[in-house]
């Protein structure tokens, strides 16, 4: 038997479970259930020092490939499930174990499509699927199984973040061509098709939902933020400013710019401008910066809006580069922050994770304000938000079980 792992990780390590064992047959007091999504290959889980990680069980060679895939997506910076160990050469099985680390607040969309019974949040999910191809395929990789079933949401300020959990058939290229995307995207468009159907099927959509029409706007999503982000404009050379509003618009949209190719046409009278754009997390990488939390990219951008009213309020200017200061920032987090957490009761506190707990409280003050005409405060706001939409909802779902199977990705 052989054990690979990642570095950084406080894993089991030898014998702490048994590896030569075949998935099926393994009984230990580290296994838990968590909720997955559905799986081609069985997957278990486990928990060991507070965290959870799957363990997948597949053809070695594939285990092999998509372990080293994942590391590679994972350096870049794209979201995907982290690689944490590989074994191969089991002594009782010919195939291999994959071992990634279990996504914290994360639902398939199975489980989340049934909590969101509005047409509305059901386009937001799909949104978040573009998304994810977009920033995949802005690095070169090329997925070949998009779906329901191996992507993974998480919530993300009223919006959804969506991270690749299997890579078994991807291909990680320099780039790739027009031909290869809108090939990942029809196949990404038949797969969700396939299981929306299931799903109407199985406990229904939204009314007014078409499964085979919702699964192929997809197209149309990733279609406009491709263009967005990768299109070459042209700008009068006296309109040179246009550059800095079009970096900032990139920004807005959460995306890096590399580089930028300039170049002069028609006499100079004419700028054409292309941005190189790279991986999004403009504002989660600030927000991290400036407070240390690691927040989904949404989220951060609601972060830094009320880091910018607080300042507002408190008389401080911002910087030269128009984001919060450091001193700032640390006022905010330790004078409106946490103390704006700590007032939720522990035991309703679990259920979200905490930025998406302050961005909900803080829509909650907005519409009570709206609905009373008045600046409503927060003593008021947090008694009313837990009582009318956190106590309904269901307790994060793990259960101890050694005999525990479960559908995973």
Known sequence: ???????????????????????????????????????????????????????????????????????????????????????????????????????????PLRALISAEDEKGGVDRLMDAVAILLVRLHLEGFFWGDCSLSNTLFRRDAGQFAAYLVDAETGELHPSLSQGQRRHDLEIASENLAGELMDLQA?????????????????????ERLWDDLTRTEEYPASESWRIDARLRHLNSLGFNVQEMEIETAEENQCLRVRARVVENGYHRRLVQQLTGLNVEENQARRLLNDMYSWQ???????????????????????????????????????????????????????????????PVDLA?????????????????RVEANPLALSEGG
Not at 340 to 351: E, I, N, S
Not at 380 to 396: A, G, H, N, Q
């Open 312 to 374: 507002a309020s408190h008389g401080e200017p911002l910087t030269e580069a128009n984001v919060p200061g450091p001193l700032s920032a640390y006022r905010w987090f330790h004078e409106a922050y946490l103390p704006l957490l700590d007032a939720v009761p522990p035991d309703q506190r679990r259920k979200l994770d905490d930025a998406e707990l302050f961005h909900q409280l803080m829509e909650h003050r907005w519409y009570m304000s709206e609905k009373e005409g008045r």
């Open 380 to 396: 008021e706001v947090v008694p009313s938000y837990v009582e009318r939409i956190l106590r309904p909802l269901p307790e994060p």
């Open 202 to 222: 199985g406990f229904g959509l939204a009314e007014g939902v078409d499964p085979v029409d919702l699964a192929f706007s997809v197209v149309d999503r990733y």
């Open 1 to 107: 038997m052989r054990l690979q792992f990642a570095s950084g990780y406080a894993f089991p390590r030898g014998l702490d479970l048994p590896w030569d064992t075949p998935l099926e047959d393994w009984e230990s007091p580290a296994l838990v259930r968590l909720t997955r999504g559905i799986s081609r290959n069985l997957v278990r889980f486990v928990s060991y020092r507070d965290v959870f990680y799957a363990i997948k069980e597949i053809n070695e060679l594939l285990a092999i490939r998509e372990y080293d895939l994942l590391k590679e997506l994972v350096e870049l910076g794209l979201p995907a499930v982290e690689p944490v160990a590989l074994v191969t050469d089991r002594a009782e099985s010919e195939r291999g174990l994959l071992v990634t680390r279990y996504l914290d607040g994360s639902l």
